[in-house]
Nanobody, 116 residues
Framework: VQLQASGGGLVQAGGSLRLSCVAS????????MAWYRQGPGKQRELLAG???????NYEDSVQGRCTISRDNAKNTVHLQMNSLQPEDTGVYYC???????????WGQGTQVTVSS
């Protein structure tokens, strides 16, 4: 399984970005895709996840500001981020985990920088 994330960049506080991640390879139709963030000097944290059936979950700090969505036909997951703040700065990673398998696949990450 390979994951290719894109959409990061530099944005001013209050702005928006839409991240995308395309999965390829041996992908089960039953899986969960998610976005993590690793800020400077911080541990990697889960931001949002979505199952292949469309069930979503969000970390409290992004609830209401971010929307995770997916296109199963294109094996793609998106993260729409609004009202970005400097503390949202970090490397954003997408992941995929197949139902019934313990392994989590990670993409290479995309940098998001929010200026004040």
């Amino acid at each position: 399984v390979q994951l290719q994330a894109s959409g990061g960049g530099l944005v001013q506080a209050g702005g928006s970005l839409r991240l995308s991640c395309v999965a390829s390879g041996s992908i089960s139709s039953m899986n969960t895709m998610a976005w993590y963030r690793q800020g400077p000097g911080k541990q990697r944290e889960l931001l949002a996840g979505i199952t292949s059936g469309g069930i979503t979950n969000y970390e409290d700090s992004v609830q209401g500001r971010c929307t995770i969505s997916r296109d199963n036909a294109k094996n793609t997951v998106h993260l729409q981020m609004n009202s970005l703040q400097p503390e949202d700065t970090g490397v954003y990673y997408c992941t995929l985990r197949k139902l019934g398998y313990p392994k989590t696949y990670w993409g290479q990450g995309t940098q998001v920088t929010v200026s004040s």
